[in-house]
C-alpha cells in the first residue's frame, strides 16, 4: 500500500477501534490482588464441582486461548451445553456477557455459572459453598481477600474473586502497536485485509477495543443463518431469553479478539474454518460473495488479533490443600 493510503487507513482504524486497556478494572470493582490470586484458584479447581472433575478451565482452556475447540461444551457429568464456549480472554470488556447477552457482566455471569447445571452441577449456592468450606484452605483465602467479613465464603464474593481475575486477562496484540503509530506491526496483507474488513462492512457491527462485543445484532441480515452455517439445532437466540419478537436470532457480536486461535465458529460451533467464518458472515449479515483474495486479507488482518497470552495464564495454581468430601 502506498505511504499516504497507509496513512489514511490507520488514520480511520484509530476511529473505529481502540487498543486493549492494560486490564479491565471497573472502578466499583478495584482487582485487589488478594481477589485476583483467589479467583484463579477458583478458576482453576476442580474439586468444588458436584462431580469434582471440572473446572472453569476445561472448558476456558490456557492451552486453547480459554475456549475449548469443541463444536459445544462437554461439562459436569459428561452432559452437552447447548452452545460453544466463547474464550475468556477480553470478554470482561463486553458490554454484557454470553452468546445472547443473558448475564450483564463477568461477576454475574460467575455466579450463575456457580450453579450451572454444566459448569459446577451444584443447584443451589449452599451446596457448592459447603464443598469450597470442606477444602480447608479456602476460608484463609476468602479472609485475606474480604477482609471484613466474618463468613467470606458467600456467592457474591465467589463472583468478585473470579471477576476480578477475569478483569486481568487482557491480551494486546500486534494491531494494538499498529494502533499506536507502528503501521509495520501489520503484514501489509493485513493490512488489505483491515482495510477491506472496513469497506465490506464488518467494522459496523466489529468494532471498539475488543472488534465487537459491544452491541446486540441478528445474525442473519440478509438471510437466515443456518443455510450457511448448516446448523442442525436452531438456536432462537436473545428471543429465548426476551420472548419479543425484535429479539429472534439475536446474538452479542463477539469480540475478534484471538479468533483465529479458538476455532470452531458461532455460538453453536458450526463452522470449523476461520476462512469459512469470514465467508459466511459476508453471506449472512452483507449479502455479499467475497473473493478468495479479499478472503485471505481479512483473515490475516484477523491474525493481527491474536495477543500475548496473560502472563502466568498457562501456569496452573497452586492449589488450596485439603481434600474436597
Ligand atoms: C462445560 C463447559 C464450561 C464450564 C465448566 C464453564 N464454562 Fe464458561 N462458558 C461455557 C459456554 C458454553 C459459554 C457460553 C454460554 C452461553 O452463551 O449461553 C460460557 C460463557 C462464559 C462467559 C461469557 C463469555 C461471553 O462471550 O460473554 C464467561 C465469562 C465464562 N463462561 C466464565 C466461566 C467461569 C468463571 C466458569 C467457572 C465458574 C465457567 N465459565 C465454567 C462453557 C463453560
Ligand atoms: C450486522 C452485524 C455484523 C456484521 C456486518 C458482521 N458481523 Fe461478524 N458477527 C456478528 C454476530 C451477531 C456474530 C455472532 C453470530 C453467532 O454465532 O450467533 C458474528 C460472528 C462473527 C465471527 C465468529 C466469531 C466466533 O468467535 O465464533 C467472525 C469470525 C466474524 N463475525 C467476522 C466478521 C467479518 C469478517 C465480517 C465482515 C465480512 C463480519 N463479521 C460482519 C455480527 C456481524
Request: with cysteine.
Amino acid at each position: 500500500m502506498a505511504q499516504d493510503l497507509d496513512r489514511a487507513l490507520l488514520q480511520e482504524a484509530r476511529s473505529l477501534f481502540k487498543k486493549l486497556p492494560h486490564d479491565f478494572a471497573d472502578s466499583e470493582r478495584p482487582l485487589a490482588p488478594e481477589r485476583v490470586v483467589l479467583g484463579k484458584m477458583l478458576f482453576f479447581d476442580p474439586r468444588w464441582s458436584v462431580d469434582q472433575n471440572v473446572s472453569c478451565s476445561s472448558c476456558h482452556n490456557p492451552a486453547l486461548y480459554g475456549s475449548d475447540a469443541l463444536t459445544k461444551s462437554i461439562g459436569v457429568r459428561g452432559r452437552r451445553h447447548a452452545r460453544n464456549a466463547p474464550s475468556a480472554l477480553n470478554i470482561a470488556g463486553d458490554f454484557a456477557a454470553n452468546w445472547r447477552g443473558d448475564r450483564k457482566d463477568v461477576e454475574d455471569q460467575a455466579i450463575t455459572a456457580a450453579i450451572g447445571a454444566l459448569s459446577t452441577g451444584h443447584t443451589d449456592h449452599v451446596a457448592w459453598i459447603a464443598q469450597i468450606k470442606s477444602i480447608g484452605g479456602y476460608l484463609a483465602m476468602f479472609r485475606r481477600a474480604f477482609p471484613d467479613e466474618d463468613d467470606p465464603i458467600t456467592p457474591t464474593n465467589l463472583s468478585l474473586a473470579i471477576g476480578a481475575y477475569e478483569r486481568t486477562l487482557a491480551t494486546p496484540g500486534p494491531f494494538d502497536a499498529y494502533l499506536d503509530g507502528n503501521i509495520l506491526a501489520l503484514t501489509s496483507q493485513a493490512r488489505l485485509g483491515l482495510r477491506t474488513f472496513v469497506d465490506v462492512g464488518c467494522a459496523a457491527c466489529h468494532n471498539g477495543a475488543g472488534v465487537g462485543g459491544a452491541i446486540f445484532q441478528k445474525f442473519g441480515a440478509q438471510m437466515d443463518y443456518w443455510l450457511a452455517t448448516g446448523s442442525k439445532d436452531i438456536d432462537k437466540g436473545r428471543f429465548d431469553v426476551t420472548k419479543d419478537d425484535a429479539d429472534l436470532y439475536v446474538f452479542k457480536v463477539p469480540g475478534l479478539r484471538n479468533v483465529a486461535m479458538t476455532p470452531p465458529y458461532f455460538h453453536d460451533g458450526s463452522v470449523a474454518t476461520l476462512p469459512d467464518a469470514v465467508r459466511v458472515m459476508a453471506r449472512v449479515q452483507l449479502g455479499r460473495t467475497l473473493a478468495d483474495e479479499d478472503v485471505d486479507g481479512i483473515v490475516a488482518f484477523l491474525k493481527s488479533l491474536t495477543g500475548e497470552l496473560p502472563k502466568d495464564f498457562s501456569t496452573m495454581p497452586t492449589l488450596p490443600a485439603g481434600g474436597a468430601r
